[in-house]
């Protein structure tokens, strides 16, 4: 059984920064891609930025800039690194990850972007 846990969320002014990682129970080099999700009310779950084995990592257009997705192979975390947050960011992010066809999720993390 695959898990994913995510950590890092909680409340940041508008501006603001913050980190997100998520680890897996098992080697990341197992997942064809790692990506982080997130799902604001009302919205549906939408993808923020993807690492996919042998490709550049993709990003949402309105994260460009402001976000960027990371691993670290040795400890099986993969980051989300958020700058310049905005209102419109707070939504509940979601880790997944991609093996052998199957998708595995974390259990979601809040992140709320107020003054």
């Known amino acids: 059984q695959v898990q994913l846990a995510e950590s890092g969320g909680g409340l940041v002014q508008p501006g603001g920064s913050l980190r997100l990682s998520c680890v897996a129970s098992r080697t990341i080099f197992s997942f064809n891609s790692m990506a982080w999700y997130r799902q604001a009310p009302g919205n549906q779950r939408e993808l923020v930025a993807a690492?996919?084995?042998?490709?550049?990592?993709n990003y949402a257009d309105s994260v460009k800039g402001r976000f960027t997705i990371s691993r670290d192979n040795a400890k099986n975390t993969v980051y989300l690194q958020m700058n310049s947050l905005r209102p419109e960011d707070t939504a509940v992010y979601y880790c997944?990850?991609?093996?052998?066809?199957?998708?595995?999720w974390g259990q979601g993390i809040q992140v709320t972007v107020s003054s």
């Open positions: 997944n990850g991609r093996r052998l066809g199957s998708d595995y």
């Open positions: 690492i996919i084995s042998g490709s550049n990592p």
